[in-house]
C-alpha cells in the first residue's frame, strides 16, 4: 500500500545538507505495511514562501527494522536506487491542493498539523497513488542524492 510521509522542515533541511540517501527511518506503524514496489511519497513544507511540496518517492526495495531505541525509529524503507527520486524543493509547485484533495484526512489549518506523532505516515489509495504520480511527472529531480555503503548493500 502506498505511503505519504510528512518531512519536518528542518529535518528535511539538515537531511538535504548532509546528503539525502535512498532509505527513510520512521517510527509510525504505517511503515511496517509496505511492501516491495510500494511507492512512499514524501512532501515537506518549503521555509521561504510557506508552500508545502512534493520532495521525494522512495519505491520500496525493502523494509528492515532499526535497533531498539534507534534515533530515527522504529522502521527503515530502502528505496529502489533506479526508480527512488528526490524532487527539488527549491522550484516545485504547490502540492497542498492536491494533497489535501487524497482520500486521507488532512483537516489542520496547517496541512503538517495533520501529519503529527504517529500519523506522520499514511496509507493512501492507489487512487491516491495516481494522482501523486501524475502530479510528479514533470518535476525537477533534485540531483545530489547519495548512494552510501548501505544502499549499495541493499540493492545487492
Given at each position: 500500500?502506498?505511503?505519504?510521509?510528512?518531512?519536518?522542515?528542518?529535518?528535511?533541511?539538515?537531511?538535504?545538507?548532509?546528503g539525502?540517501?535512498?532509505?527513510?527511518?520512521?517510527?509510525?506503524?504505517a511503515?511496517a505495511?509496505?511492501?516491495?514496489?510500494?511507492?512512499?511519497w514524501?512532501?515537506?513544507?518549503?521555509l521561504?514562501?510557506?508552500?508545502?511540496?512534493?520532495?521525494a518517492?522512495?519505491?520500496?526495495?525493502?523494509?528492515t527494522?532499526n535497533?531498539?531505541?534507534?534515533?530515527?525509529?522504529?522502521?527503515r524503507?530502502?528505496?529502489?536506487?533506479?526508480?527512488?527520486?528526490?524532487?527539488?524543493?527549491?522550484?516545485?509547485?504547490?502540492?497542498?491542493?492536491?494533497?489535501?484533495?487524497?482520500s486521507?484526512?488532512?483537516?489542520?489549518?496547517?496541512?503538517?498539523?495533520?501529519?503529527q506523532?504517529?500519523?506522520?505516515?499514511?496509507?493512501?489509495?492507489?487512487?491516491?497513488?495516481?494522482?501523486?504520480?501524475?502530479?510528479?511527472?514533470?518535476?525537477?529531480?533534485?540531483?545530489?542524492?547519495?548512494?552510501y555503503?548501505?544502499?549499495?548493500?541493499?540493492?545487492?
Amino acid at each position: 500500500m502506498p505511503l505519504l510521509f510528512y518531512w519536518q522542515p528542518g529535518n528535511y533541511i539538515r537531511d538535504r545538507e548532509f546528503g539525502f540517501g535512498f532509505h527513510f527511518n520512521q517510527n509510525s506503524p504505517a511503515m511496517a505495511t509496505a511492501r516491495p514496489g510500494d511507492s512512499v511519497w514524501a512532501f515537506t513544507r518549503r521555509l521561504r514562501d510557506g508552500v508545502y511540496v512534493l520532495d521525494a518517492e522512495l519505491v520500496v526495495r525493502a523494509l528492515t527494522r532499526n535497533p531498539p531505541n534507534y534515533r530515527y525509529g522504529r522502521y527503515r524503507i530502502w528505496g529502489d536506487l533506479h526508480r527512488s527520486r528526490y524532487f527539488d524543493v527549491d522550484c516545485g509547485p504547490n502540492a497542498e491542493p492536491l494533497i489535501r484533495a487524497l482520500s486521507i484526512r488532512t483537516r489542520a489549518l496547517r496541512l503538517g498539523q495533520s501529519f503529527q506523532g504517529a500519523r506522520a505516515v499514511r496509507q493512501v489509495s492507489e487512487a491516491d497513488h495516481r494522482l501523486l504520480s501524475h502530479f510528479a511527472l514533470d518535476l525537477p529531480v533534485y540531483p545530489h542524492a547519495a548512494i552510501y555503503p548501505e544502499d549499495e548493500f541493499e540493492a545487492r
